[in-house]
């Protein structure tokens, strides 16, 4: 059986002519899904018919909450889904000025082994498919009842190591029949897998990248980051430069400070020479404790100094402020819990 939200809008529209459908029915369903229906019954403008014809086929995909936190401190909402297979991924909805912003999941654990990470900790069990990730930003928008306008992939998962499902998941949410999420407002994170930020550079969409690269050097990063065995930093910052020249849009550097790893003065001279020449942002995060792990962050000035300096130094750089501290909202420590 076919899950329609696996297909990308054009496909639905070519499948649905193929069974005999006119041209218009594809908005009108492809915009049923993206509300979140679950059966084809209330598709109400759509014929008994034709409803009986899509259930032979295909099916409807939907994800069960399975845990709600709302964080009491801002709102912040961690949603644990349950997968029709079982699985559960995690999903946050965080609250910003500028609206409300998902984090999704793009896979079902993840093997890229980032010691600091509890997503990757029982490695990966499958890759999300493009519809159980469509899923997410439908599911979040339609508990909260309100709209969605920024989708950030940054949940459990490595969105390139799941490349072709997310590739249609950008397609799709982006669709104006149904979510209409700009590409502008879109964010994709990643490990640093390189080959596929220059495929990504030939999509030529405008959303924005955002490198996990929390070192200034292989050898910290190599300590830290395994996929630095495959693609070393000089390797990935080339990718990157190719990306912002084709793609013209400029690439983020996530931080994240760990005590004694890579938060030195130094570390912070060396990042800051390292990224001067793609004029990216860098996001300084202090690192979120996790169970299993060793890592700490540093004090809240020592991480200020360390922001001081690359602002010294020519660079754009912020501390994240900490959303839904009361509620673990950082992604795999739900899942975790209760694999
Ligand atoms: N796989 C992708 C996206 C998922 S993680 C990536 O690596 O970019 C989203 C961000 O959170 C990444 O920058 C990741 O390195 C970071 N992260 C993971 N665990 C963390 C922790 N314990 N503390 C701070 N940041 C963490």
Not at 131 to 145: P, S
Request: charged share 25%.
């Amino acid at each position: 059986m076919l899950d329609l939200k696996d297909l990308e809008f054009e496909e639905l529209a070519d499948y649905l002519k193929s069974i005999g459908e006119p041209g218009y029915r594809a908005k009108q369903i492809f915009s049923w899904l993206c509300r979140g229906v679950s059966s084809y019954d209330e598709m109400t403008n759509i014929s008994a018919k034709t409803r009986e014809k899509l259930q032979r086929e295909t099916y409807i995909s939907t994800l069960k909450i399975r845990e709600k936190h709302v964080s009491k401190l801002d709102g912040t909402i961690k949603y644990l889904f349950e997968l029709p297979d079982g699985n559960c991924i995690e999903s946050v909805i965080m609250r910003y000025i500028h609206g409300v912003t998902v984090c999704v999941s793009s896979q079902a654990g993840c093997r890229m082994g980032c010691r600091f990470c509890a997503s990757t900790i029982g490695g990966l069990y499958r890759g999300l498919t493009a519809g159980e990730i469509l899923n997410q930003v439908i599911f979040a928008q339609k508990d909260i009842g309100e709209r969605i306008g920024n989708v950030v992939l940054m949940g459990i998962g490595e969105p390139l190591d799941n490349y072709d499902n997310v590739l249609t998941f950008l397609h799709n949410v982006n669709n104006e029949n149904g979510l209409n999420i700009g590409y502008r407002h879109i964010t994709l994170s990643t490990c640093g897998v390189a080959p596929r930020i220059y495929e990504l550079a030939e999509e030529r969409l405008p959303i924005t990248l955002t490198v996990s690269l929390h070192a200034p050097n292989d050898k910290i990063r190599n300590e830290i980051m395994p996929v630095n065995h495959i693609y070393n930093i000089g390797e990935l910052l080339k990718a990157c430069r190719a990306y912002y020249k084709a793609a013209g849009r400029r690439i983020s550097f996530e931080y994240s400070l760990i005590a004694g790893v890579n938060d030195s003065p130094e570390c912070a001279r060396e990042l800051a020479a390292l990224v001067r020449d793609i004029h990216g942002h860098v996001n300084l995060i202090p690192v979120n404790p996790v169970e299993e792990r060793e890592y700490r962050s540093g004090s809240r000035r020592e991480a200020e100094r360390f922001c001081k300096i690359l602002a010294d130094n020519g660079i754009n750089a912020t501390i994240r402020r900490t959303l839904g501290a009361d509620i673990s909202a950082s992604c795999g420590q739900l899942r975790k819990k209760v694999l």
